[in-house]
């Protein structure tokens, strides 16, 4: 699985749109690009996925690069709650033993 | 519907001591995972299943040893426990899927374990 690279920190005020980036150079055509997060002390959360496509759901959106090198989480009005630290993570699906491998991640402050 | 449950959620151990900690999932998932996760690091996978009675190595799987003897259980022991065993314990559960929906992660809230 490729390794994805992503800033240790950022900051974002309240209310206004997180856009967290995520280098994946090496990604492969068949690897999905993951985020999860992890609000302080508890087990990390799915967000959102996706392959080439833009992605959005009710939490986030995911922009993928055309080359699909790098990807974008955004967050569309943040709030304090989104203060957490966010993992991008690229995975093959396979039929079994797919395992999430975390990496740092970026932490989050969302500030009023 | 409960997900992902650990217990116990604290522990302190001291150095020698052996214990369980004990995960169980109710979403009759197939797949089960054991992380840990240590101050300002991400987290890293200790031991997984992908179905009762089968287990594999993770990417930290030295001093644990795991069993899936029921699918919505997954165990987790310490034989003879150390001070680098302080952490934050994680289980996950997920679906066997042949596609990309694996969101089907779902984590528990944690076993904070410190070994003194």
């Known amino acids: 699985d490729a390794k994805t690279t992503q800033p240790p920190s950022m900051d974002c005020a309240e209310g206004r749109a997180a856009n967290l980036p995520c280098n994946h150079s090496?990604?492969?055509?068949?690897?999905?690009v993951y985020w999860y997060r992890q609000i302080h002390s508890q087990g990390p959360q799915y967000i959102i996925h996706?392959?080439?496509n833009n992605e959005t759901n009710e939490m986030a959106s995911l922009i993928i690069t055309e080359d699909r090198k790098s990807s974008t989480l955004i967050l569309p009005h943040a709030t304090l709650r989104d203060t957490a630290v966010y993992y991008c993570i690229a995975l093959t699906p396979m039929e079994y033993g797919n395992k999430l491998v975390f990496g740092a991640g970026t932490i989050l402050r969302v500030k009023s | 519907n409960a997900g992902v449950t650990q217990t116990p959620k604290f522990r302190v151990l001291k150095t020698g001591q052996s214990m369980t900690l004990l995960c169980a999932q109710d979403?009759?998932?197939?797949?089960m995972y054991w992380y840990r996760q240590d101050p300002g690091m991400g987290l890293r996978l200790i031991h997984y299943s992908v179905g009762e009675g089968t287990t594999a190595k993770g990417e930290v799987p030295d001093g644990y040893n795991v069993s899936r003897l029921k699918k919505q259980n997954f165990l987790l022991g310490l034989e003879s426990a150390a001070p680098s065993q302080t952490s934050v314990y994680f289980c996950?559960?997920?679906?066997?899927?042949?596609?990309?929906?694996?969101?089907?992660?779902?984590f528990g809230s944690g076993t904070r374990l410190t070994v003194v």
């Open positions: 090496t990604i492969s055509g068949n690897e999905y």
């Open positions: 979403m009759n998932h197939e797949y």
């Open positions: 996950a559960s997920s679906q066997r899927v042949y596609d990309s929906r694996l969101y089907g992660y779902t």
């Open positions: 996706g392959l080439k």
